[in-house]
């Protein structure tokens, strides 16, 4: 079958003063178009390297990565709105920044405005918006690049549980819609399930796979309806067992 | 509108009113004080002037001495100089955080002529550029330059990590990144720099008219006290003092402009 994306063998160390830092460890992945795939793994054992490595922003590793051309976005934890352009301004920021500030591309982006009940904040500054509402500025901003393959590092942890659900639920409506690929990743589990077709467990760093789980749920039309899936728990299960809390 | 929204706004009202009452009531008892004692010679009217003689002898100034011409040399003096101070003061900065190798080497340097009191190289500037508005100028640009330097530059270096790593995963360039996040994320340390400069300018502008100059109100400062004329010594003071509090102003007009949404 044709990949969208091949990770093979990386391999990453940082330089420190204190000493050489081992984050990753021989990482394999392959990617299908349309997949989502969900990377978990304790905090700091190199899930954000890895991300970088895979969206270009970091060159300085062993191993390769097969792509064509990808167009890939990248969402951070926090939205990182910029308190002194409007919401509308930060919205496009990536659009300005990649000189696309096309017709079409600002269509899509007020497509998403009205999709997520935005319109009436446009002129607004970032200050008088809710956590929620500005990591949803933050996926337009990422989206209005319409990306081939989405980077999503734990995008949701800072958000409250309601507002986590919500968001959660927007990304996965239009992840699927649009057919985007993605990576998640996440510390949490149940997230992890919900919202992807396979999950790669990662351990403490340096990050060696520990185990890549497929998730098949009957139900996909929404995360609500995945929640509800009769073998939920036997995934929630072996990936809790694959984390290993207790390992030292 | 509910009665208590009204109840509310109209305190907000009176409080501001009452401010600004008591703001002018501060001002007519100091005068009214001012001129009480030194009339009834409680207080040397010789040193201390009064605000009659002091309103008198401007008056007097502005016939005979040409008094908006010094005001006008001084204003340009500290306009030139702070406009100089301030954007010399943000290329350096500008180009020291681009370029951190060369901030670490220059560090040293910058600190040792942070401490130095710049007056001290008054005499060096008289002898070098001559008695005229060059010099006053070059003295208050020492002395202003090096602190507008260093505010802006810690200015830049303030931008937070965070928006650094989503700038880099925009695939924004350096000139960019500069642009719509390092700089109007200094906005607010700018505007310090802004105060922090017009001071600085001050006291470097009548610095140098103290020693050098033939005009401007330093010069008249200096020139009542030879002739042991002290209402035109206040009255100079007085001039100087609403100077910096309309310039002052500016800077906070455009402080609230510039932040607004900050
Ligand atoms: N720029 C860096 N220089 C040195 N060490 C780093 C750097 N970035 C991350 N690390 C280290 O690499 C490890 C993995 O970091 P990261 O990928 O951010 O973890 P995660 O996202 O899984 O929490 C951590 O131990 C961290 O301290
Ligand atoms: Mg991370």
Not at chain 1, 22 to 48: M, T
Not at chain 2, 188 to 209: A, D, F, P, R, Y
Request: one cysteine or more.
């Amino acid at each position: 079958m044709n990949n969208l994306i091949e990770i093979h063998n990386i391999t990453k160390n940082y330089h420190t003063k204190e000493g050489e830092i081992s984050a990753i460890k021989d990482f394999n992945l392959n990617l299908k178009k349309g997949e989502i795939v969900s990377i978990v793994g304790p905090s700091g054992c190199g899930k954000s390297t890895l991300l970088s490595i895979i969206a270009n922003l970091d060159s300085d590793y062993q191993g390769e990565i097969i792509q064509h051309n990808l167009k890939i976005a990248y969402m951070l934890q926090n939205a990182a709105l910029l308190p002194y352009l409007t919401i509308y301004e930060n919205a496009i920021l990536g659009l300005k920044i990649n000189h696309q500030l096309t017709k079409e591309n600002l269509a899509y982006v007020d497509y998403l405005f009205d999709l997520y009940n935005l319109n009436d904040f446009k002129n607004n500054y970032p200050k008088s918006l809710s956590g929620g509402m500005k990591q949803r500025i933050a996926l337009i901003r990422t989206l209005s690049l319409k990306p081939d393959l989405l980077l999503l590092d734990e995008p949701f942890s800072a958000l409250d549980e309601q507002s986590k659900l919500i968001i959660s639920e927007d990304v996965y409506k239009i992840i699927k819609e649009k057919n985007i690929t993605a990576i998640l990743v996440t510390h949490n589990i149940e997230e992890a399930i919900y919202f992807s077709d396979k999950i790669v467990v990662l351990s403490k760093r340096p990050a060696i796979i520990k185990n890549i789980i497929s998730i098949n749920c009957e139900n996909n039309t929404s995360i609500y309806e995945r929640r509800k899936d009769p073998n939920f728990h036997k995934y929630f299960d072996t990936i809790w067992k694959d984390l290993d809390i207790n390992e030292s | 509108m509910s009665p208590e929204q009204k109840k509310f706004l109209k305190n907000l009202k009176l409080t501001k009113y009452k401010v600004i009452f008591l703001q002018i009531a501060i001002l007519v008892i100091f005068l009214g004080l001012w001129e009480f004692l030194t009339f009834k010679g409680i207080i040397s009217p010789f040193i201390y002037s009064s605000p009659s003689k002091i309103f008198s002898t401007i008056i007097d100034l502005i016939h005979s001495h040409n008094f908006f011409i010094h005001i006008y040399i001084t204003l340009k003096e500290v306009l030139i100089a702070f406009f100089l101070g301030i954007s010399l003061g943000f290329i350096i900065a500008l180009i020291l955080y681009e370029w951190k190798f060369l901030a670490k080497v220059i560090d040293p340097y910058l600190t040792m002529f942070n401490s130095l009191p710049k007056v001290a190289l008054g005499p060096l500037i008289i002898i070098a550029g001559g008695a005229n508005i060059k010099s006053v100028i070059l003295m208050a640009l020492l002395i202003n330059l090096i602190i507008s330097i260093i505010t802006i530059y810690n200015g830049f270096l303030c931008t937070d990590e965070y928006c650094f790593k989503l700038f880099k995963t925009l695939h924004a360039t350096k000139l960019q990144t500069l642009l719509y996040l390092v700089i109007p994320n200094s906005y607010q340390t700018i505007i310090t720099s802004l105060k922090l400069c017009l001071s600085q300018t001050l006291v470097g502008v009548l610095m140098g008219e103290f020693l050098v100059s033939k005009q401007g109100i330093g010069y008249l400062i200096v020139y009542g006290k030879q002739v042991f004329n002290l209402n035109i010594v206040m009255s100079g003071i007085i001039i100087l003092a609403l100077i910096s509090y309309i310039l002052y102003k500016f800077i906070t007009i455009l402080e609230k402009k510039l932040l607004k949404h900050i």
